[in-house]
Structures are given as structure tokens and as C-alpha cells.
């Protein structure tokens, strides 16, 4: 019984209900381009299934497709100028096509006159780029392996099996294809005259067999079976026998394919605890990840109704702004711009947020301050010049926001002073000229001072700057490093993060005894925290694997995570 469980667990990867369904799936389905630098896969990283490229070595992830259908099961064209791929918002499966740049998408399959519904699935391009083969149930039968010219033309069905059958993939010299097939109860793979004719079986093993691909040099097959109790990677030879099983782990594996040069393969698997893409050499050796599902939540900030949180995240491979509502729920997206996009506040009276950008420049120790409506409209720039303008913090009275300033890098080294710059951008004055930095501002509640933390003795230390005299007074010291400092909104505290307990935890300080109080214990907190309008909570982030967005009560008590970035299962994206 176990067996037959594990076997339907098998059919259903490899012929998928047609249908949007909650799965564990996220970058999966990998294809290469034909000159193997990158590859194109699907990902539901976003809540549903899009189509994505990413070089080889994982390096530079952009997604193509955006819509609110699924779109699965990408095959790159042998000339290298489009993505083949099926898509489900047509209210059922069809092939579309998209340049790899994501330009260029129209729909390849459409329904003929007096034909009802049906899907086609699973595209794979010929060598020559001039036939498709693809699943489909169009006559009625189950679904079978069907091929077409490249422009939707002249389709027609080359199996008929009693069970289903799909997944076909070519030989390298065009005249057979390999596919799965469903015969009683089990899974196996079999060959077939790209003319048509009758299929033959390659594989008959008591375990499930699936998405069997030939090498370029058509000396093997590489496929999955479950043969030896886990799905493993096997090779064998082109007519299946001397089957070796190449993967080992216990990790499932799934949907391969083999680089042009027929060096390495990529397929997928959830030895991560989710799916991912993996390359390997040929030979199983060399396994490397290159997709990276988890995502950082970082510098949150309450609202000054206490209603929201704004914080930036990763969620979409490049830092933007986002706001959620104070319990989690509600998460969206504001900005949608190149570069990290960070440290976000909201502005007295919440009708704006104040941030920081590099989106204008080429460099990333270009930064500017920017100022955007609290829906993400009417994005400002309010510096433009050379160097690091950050973490803005606005005035109590919101007429000034503070921010620091590093001049263009010296040797890879930031040296910071703390600026004001008016709330319209059009006045600005310097607060610090000093041979050591001061960074991460905090207005106490009447705008007189500012909570900093500066390196004078060469160890980051908290001090309070009177905004107007210039002098800086120690507060709370200690032997570790103090930083992100904040004011509570009644004024009687400041929270920070320090080193002092040994780890990076947050701690408050009471101003008027000075009595320092440990608020986290072995959390790794990152970033500025904010105290909620009642003083009571405090939000902050911490490495939890990555970065995550934390509530927490003042005294220590009813720690909340708030975001979940490190299960890989990410919300509907927000635009």
C-alpha cells in the first residue's frame, strides 16, 4: 500500500491536476538556453506559478511572466529567441510563447470551432525548432503525447495508450521521442517514432519511472525512478538497460535536464525542505543550488496611529518597500524600482512615508532620500547628491527629517555625518563634523536631541546629540557595541541593539535611572527597532536564517514573528 501511495505521489508530478492547486512547489521544471549559460523554470514563489530565468550559477533571477493564472513547464527554443510554456488563464491549459528578455508573449494553441474544452500541456521544442510535441486531451481520449509545427499548425496525436501518457521529450536527432506512461498501475518510460507508430518501453522497473531525458551525444537517458524506495536520478542506456542510480540523498528529485554540452544536469529537488533548483555534473558529483527561495524582512516601523508596520523586503529578489498591518495580515508592496529600497518611516500624521534609494544610479553607494504617499504614490526624491544619504528619520513636528551622510567610499570605507534636511527638500544643514561616524538618528519626542550611536573610541556606543549646541552625551555605555538607538514616544526610554549580553539582542534604557533592561535573548537583532505609540511593543528584525520582522512587548513578554520569509511559501505578490 505504501508503494501505490508513493507511486500516485509520482503520476501526479509528472501529470499535474489541471488546475491552480496549493503545492510545496517553488522553482522547479528547469530548462536550459542553448548555450547553457542560463536556465528558465517556474516558480511559486509568489503564490502562484510564473516563469523565471537564472544564469547557471544562480545569479540573477528575473521573473517574465506576471499574471493571475499559473504558468508552468518552460522549454527554451534551440535558437535561443523564445521561452515555450503553458499557461492556465484561458480557464484551461494552453502553450504561449515569450522572449527571454519577457517581451514578445502571445498564445500558441487555441480551440477549434466546435472542439470543447481542453488543455495542452508539457511543450518541448524539436532540435530544429520546427515541431512541438505536447500533452493533450483535444479528441476526448486521456491525455496522450500530440506534436505540431512550431506556429500551432497541423497538430496530431502519436499515442494512444490505455492509461495517460505525456512529458514527451526529442532525441537530439529529432526522429523519436521519450515519455512517460501510466500502464496499470505503475509509471514507466517508453520511446517512439517522432512519425508515430507503436511505443516501446524502456523501463519496467516495480517503482515508478518518469521525465526521462537523452544526453546531447545520445549515448543515455537520465530519468527519476523510485525504484529503490526514494526518487533518485538514474542514467542508463538509450535502450534502458544498465540502469545506475547517480543521486543518493534522501531528498525527493525531480524533472531534470541535461546542458547542451551534456556536462551537467539541473533538475529539482526538496532537500532544502522546499523545492529548488540544483545543477550537477553528469556523473552526480558537484550538486550545487542555485535557486533561493527564502527571502529578508528588514527595518520595520510603526505608524503613528499604531495601525501598520512599514518594513522593506526581498520577497521579489530586490529590496522594496512594504506595509502591512500591525498583526501581520495585509502585507503589500509600495515601490517597484531597481535597488534597495530601505529603511522606510512613516511621516507625522501617516500620509507619508520617508525612505531611502539608489534606484537613480548605477552605483550602490549612491543613495538618496525619498518621500512617497503612504499607497506608494507620488514617489520624491528629495537629495540628489554625491554619495550615501540614508535612513531618514522625520522630525516630531514633521518639518525636518534626519538622516547620515557618507561621502563617495574612500578604499571601500564609509565615514558618517548626521544631516537635516527640510520636509520639502529645499533647506538642508549638517550636524556633525567629527573624526569619528554617528549613525541610525532618533528624535526624542520635543525634537530637541537625538538618540545616535557613534565610534569616538573606535566601538559603536550610544549618545545622545543636542540638535542645537552639537554636544553629544554618552548614554548607557558598555563594553560591547550599541547601536539603533530609538526613543520611545513619551520619551522616558530608548531601545537598542547591543553585544553587550554576548549575542545581539535589544535592550532598553530608562533615561531618567539609566537602569538598563534586556529585552531578547539569543534572537541576532538586526536593525533600528520602533516603539509602537503606547509604548508598550516593540517591532524590530532578526536572522532567523534570514531576516524576519519581530513584535515584542516592552518587557520581553509574547514575542511575535510577524513575516515568514524562510518557508519559501510567499504570499500573492501585491502588484
Request: cysteine-free; charged content about 25%.
Amino acid at each position: 500500500m505504501a508503494r501505490v501511495a508513493t507511486l500516485l505521489a509520482l503520476v501526479i508530478v509528472a501529470f499535474p491536476v489541471h488546475a491552480q492547486s496549493p503545492s510545496p512547489f517553488l522553482n522547479i521544471n528547469p530548462s536550459w538556453s542553448p548555450d547553457g549559460r542560463r536556465l528558465a523554470f517556474q516558480s511559486e514563489r509568489d503564490g502562484r506559478a510564473e516563469i523565471w530565468v537564472v544564469d547557471a550559477d544562480g545569479q540573477n533571477e528575473r521573473r517574465l511572466t506576471r499574471n493571475e493564472s499559473d504558468d508552468t513547464h518552460p522549454s527554451w527554443s534551440p535558437d535561443g529567441g523564445w521561452i515555450l510554456f503553458d499557461s492556465s488563464r484561458d480557464g484551461t491549459w494552453n502553450l504561449y510563447l515569450i522572449r527571454p528578455d519577457g517581451t514578445g508573449e502571445r498564445r500558441l494553441t487555441h480551440r477549434g470551432a466546435g472542439v470543447g474544452p481542453m488543455f495542452a500541456r508539457h511543450p518541448s521544442w524539436s532540435p530544429d525548432g520546427k515541431r512541438i510535441t505536447f500533452d493533450s486531451d483535444r479528441d476526448g481520449a486521456p491525455e496522450q503525447v500530440w506534436v505540431m509545427d512550431a506556429d500551432g499548425r497541423n497538430a496530431r496525436r502519436l499515442t494512444s495508450l490505455d492509461g495517460r501518457a505525456g512529458h514527451a521529450t526529442w532525441t537530439p536527432d529529432g526522429t523519436r521521442l521519450l515519455f512517460s506512461g501510466v500502464v496499470g498501475d505503475n509509471q514507466d518510460i517508453f520511446i517512439i517514432d517522432a512519425a508515430g507508430g507503436t511505443p516501446r518501453h524502456l523501463t519496467e522497473s516495480e517503482g515508478g519511472d518518469g521525465a526521462a531525458r537523452m544526453s546531447p551525444d545520445g549515448r543515455s537517458i537520465a530519468f527519476y525512478s523510485e525504484r529503490s524506495g526514494s526518487t533518485q536520478i538514474y542514467l542508463a542506456k538509450p535502450d534502458g538497460s544498465s540502469p545506475r542510480a547517480i543521486t543518493s540523498d534522501p531528498a525527493t528529485k525531480y524533472e531534470l535536464a541535461w546542458s547542451p554540452d551534456g556536462s551537467s544536469i539541473a533538475y529539482y529537488s526538496d532537500a532544502p525542505g522546499r523545492f529548488e533548483l540544483f545543477v550537477m555534473s553528469a556523473d552526480g558529483s558537484n550538486a550545487r543550488q542555485v535557486t533561493h527561495s527564502a527571502y529578508h524582512n528588514a527595518w520595520p516601523q510603526w505608524s503613528n496611529d499604531g495601525s501598520s508596520i512599514v518594513f522593506a523586503s526581498t520577497r521579489d529578489h530586490d529590496w522594496e518597500i512594504y506595509v502591512m498591518a500591525a498583526d501581520g495580515t495585509g502585507q503589500r508592496r509600495l515601490t517597484h524600482s531597481p535597488g534597495r529600497d530601505a529603511h522606510p518611516m512613516f511621516m507625522p500624521g501617516d500620509a507619508k512615508i520617508a525612505f531611502q534609494s539608489p534606484r537613480d544610479y548605477d552605483a550602490v553607494d549612491e543613495v538618496d532620500l525619498y518621500t512617497m504617499d503612504t499607497d506608494g504614490r507620488t514617489q520624491r526624491r528629495l537629495l540628489a547628491t554625491p554619495g550615501f544619504d540614508g535612513v531618514p528619520v522625520p522630525s516630531p513636528d514633521g518639518k525636518w527629517i534626519a538622516y547620515q551622510r557618507s561621502a563617495p567610499l574612500v578604499d571601500g570605507k564609509y565615514h558618517w555625518d548626521l544631516y537635516l534636511v527640510a520636509a520639502d527638500g529645499r533647506e538642508e544643514r549638517r550636524l556633525t563634523s567629527a573624526a569619528w561616524s554617528s549613525q541610525v538618528p532618533s528624535w526624542s519626542p520635543d525634537g530637541s536631541r537625538l538618540a545616535i550611536h557613534a565610534d569616538p573610541a573606535g566601538r559603536d556606543q550610544l549618545h545622545l546629540l543636542d540638535v542645537a549646541s552639537g554636544a553629544m552625551t554618552p548614554l548607557a555605555p558598555s563594553e560591547g557595541s550599541d547601536t539603533s538607538p530609538a526613543y520611545s514616544r513619551d520619551g522616558k526610554f530608548v531601545a537598542f541593539v547591543s553585544t553587550r549580553g554576548g549575542a545581539r539582542d535589544l535592550y532598553r534604557v530608562e533615561l531618567s535611572t539609566g537602569i538598563v533592561h534586556r529585552v531578547t535573548t539569543g534572537l541576532d537583532v538586526w536593525s533600528q527597532p520602533s516603539f509602537s505609540p503606547d509604548g508598550k511593543k516593540l517591532a524590530f528584525s532578526a536572522m532567523s536564517g534570514v531576516h524576519e520582522v519581530y513584535v515584542v512587548d516592552a518587557d520581553g513578554s509574547g514575542l511575535k514573528r510577524l513575516t515568514r520569509g524562510s518557508e519559501g511559501a510567499r504570499g500573492p505578490s501585491p502588484d
